[in-house]
């Protein structure tokens, strides 16, 4: 078992950063790509930013530029660096990795429980 926990998450008002942390942990595994969603009221789920096992980032439109995500492998933790927040950022945000458990030649994508972020006008 793998599991994935989020934090960082807040009530910060237009204009602020926050740092999201998320931290795997369990089993033996390895990580190939990490991913940050998140998800609105009344909205359906969307993809943040992805980075793969080698750095390589893609961010959604409405991200770019205010939005950095990047990991450390030695800590098994993938963050979400977000400035310049806006009022449409607030959502449940919401951590996704590609695991491979150690023994097994397949990979399974795990998520966390999610982090609230509210960002006040």
């Known amino acids: 078992q793998v599991q994935l926990v989020e934090s960082g998450g807040g009530l910060v008002q237009a204009g602020g950063s926050l740092r999201l942390s998320c931290a795997a942990s369990?089993?033996?595994?390895?990580?190939?790509?990490m991913r940050w969603y998140r998800q609105a009221p009344g909205k359906q789920r969307e993809l943040v930013a992805t980075?793969?096992?080698?750095?390589?980032?893609n961010y959604a439109d409405s991200v770019k530029g205010r939005f950095t995500i990047s990991r450390d492998n030695a800590k098994n933790t993938v963050y979400l660096q977000m400035n310049s927040l806006k009022p449409e950022d607030t959502a449940v945000y919401y951590c996704?990795?590609?695991?491979?458990?150690?023994?097994?030649?397949?990979?399974?994508?795990?998520w966390g429980q999610g982090t609230q972020v509210t960002v006040s006008s």
């Open positions: 996704n990795a590609d695991v491979r458990p150690e023994g097994r030649p397949n990979t399974f994508r795990y």
């Open positions: 369990g089993s033996p595994f390895s990580i190939n790509a």
């Open positions: 980075i793969s096992s080698g750095g390589s980032t």
